[in-house]
């Protein structure tokens, strides 16, 4: 993507600013090459975005173990090993990627290992039943989320590097909503085409072209110039790991913000008990096909806006996004016994009440993400990153408890327990310094 007046107007466009140059936080030298690297990681970013929505564990993934006839113990794994598969190495992966002064290779690696993970999902569905296809899938999975790992490491690094404070929020806010567009209308061709439980070349088709979606993300990421960053301390990875952990007792601001991100995990612990509530009343794939609309059409509406308003204060996305999932649980609970809704349109109260959460959610991936990123630069964000998603893997497997709870309070329960929970998170945000000041 070689450098143009128009890619410069675009740019300026879309910030909003006379001058496109506006360089805070980066090296000076990567001033002029700031538009040409936004864009390319814009567009590696949406190819990487709709290649999770095409993968998502708790729906097309799940339904795959389903068709090879995998056992449901395997399937409750599907999750967990997704999200926390990706965030627990990542201590270790950041000593190891701090010895290096450019870091897009490693992204470009950890990109093409998804690829090669997803091909190998669809070969295993292919060619394998049972339980046998089930263990190789998960394996498959435990590669393809230590690839994830990778990526999350080095994308915030290289983001530093060439994208300014300010600018940050905006770059992964236009990524999500792009994505979220994309995966609206897959989510509509799922509701209008809908497949058979059996087509098996289709959940094949789907691997092999998200695979494809992560080819062509690497081959984008390549052209990103990105300036050589600091390598100090890049010793033992195992010892530096160990000694990174302190961050979380020496360092108060950054403790309360893994504090806050694990409590406002509410907003993607939430969405299952949404689709089984919508379930007790409607079952049909159609309406699985809304819930997937709903998601697509919350992300590509709302994913900008959070991310113009994180770039002015990330902080204040933090606390409005958890109080819209705090107090929807609520709204929706309420609804749902004592409304004297008909029965066609009671179904049709889980979609919409699905989108508003996605909004809410995409505040707080957006929010969070920006938040880390200016919390502190060089060697230090990559520790902070690390660290933290390191710990948030931690927590998210013990998540996993809350299948117990849920069989005694509920579906309706958990969803009053997590807005509980998010209202906490909302609060603690408060307490948060600001990090967008210059």
Partial sequence: MPQTPRLHDL?????????????????????????????????????????????????????????????????????????????????????WIRRMPYRRGVWMVGSLLQAAALLAMG????????????????ACLIVFSLARGLCSVASKDVIGKTVPKTRRGRLNGVATSLSGWLALAFGVYCLIYPPSDDDML?????????????VAAALVYRGIDEAPGATEGGGNALTHALGRISLLRDDAPFRRFVVTRALLLCSALSAPYYVVMAQEVETSFGMLGAFLVA???????????????SDASSRQVLIRAALLA?????????IDRWAPLPDNLHAWLFPVAFFVLGIAHAGVRVGRKTYVLD?????????????????????????GLFGLLSSLIGAAGMLLLLSGVGLAGALLAVSLPEVQQD
């Avoid at 088709?205 to 979606?213: D, K, N, R, T």
Wanted: hydrophobic share 55%.
């Fill in 11 to 95: 740019y300026s466009k879309l910030m909003n600013e006379e001058d496109a140059r506006v360089c805070k936080d980066i090296p000076d030298a990567a001033c002029s090459d700031v538009p040409q690297n936004f864009f390319r990681q814009v567009l590696a970013n949406t190819l990487t975005s709709l290649g999770d929505t095409l993968t998502n564990p708790k729906t097309t993934l799940a339904w795959l173990m389903g068709v090879v006839g995998a056992p449901v113990a395997l399937i409750a794994w599907l999750v967990p090993i997704r999200e926390s598969g990706s965030m627990l190495p990542q201590l270790l992966i950041a000593a």
């Fill in 123 to 138: 070969a295993v569905a292919w060619c394998f039943e049972g339980t046998l296809a089930g263990a190789l899938i998960i």
């Fill in 202 to 214: 289709f959940y094949a088709a789907l691997l092999i072209g998200a695979a494809m979606l992560w």
């Fill in 295 to 309: 998601n697509g059409l919350a992300s590509s509406l709302s994913a900008g806006v959070w991310g113009r308003m």
């Fill in 326 to 334: 705090s107090l929807l649980g609520p709204v929706v609970i309420a």
């Fill in 375 to 399: 919390m502190a630069g060089g060697n230090k964000r990559t520790d902070y990153v690390a660290v933290s998603n390191s710990a948030i893997g931690l927590i998210l497997l013990a998540t």
